[in-house]
């Protein structure tokens, strides 16, 4: 999952592979960015960006499994999997 902000372009994005967007509501989405937004327009960006990592995290993670981590796959399917 990558959460993105441009400050000078006034745009912010959350951007997950299939596997989590399938199982993840647009709504959860919405609300994260809209965390985002608030952090950065009250000129507390990292506060922005810890709201938006904690209710992605409480989503995705209430939605999709645990299971140990593996860098070498992760970063070979992470240009496959990412959605538009």
Do not use: H, N
């Amino acid at each position: 999952m990558l959460i993105f902000a441009s400050v000078a372009e006034r745009y912010a994005e959350i951007v997950a592979d299939r596997g989590i967007y399938a199982k993840v509501t647009p709504q959860v989405w919405d609300q994260a960015v809209a965390a985002l937004i608030a952090g950065i327009s009250q000129g507390r960006i990292a506060d922005g960006f810890i709201a938006a990592i904690e209710q992605c995290g409480a989503s995705a993670g209430g939605a999709l499994p645990a299971r140990r981590a593996q860098p070498r796959r992760a970063a070979e399917q992470a240009g496959r999997d990412l959605m538009p």
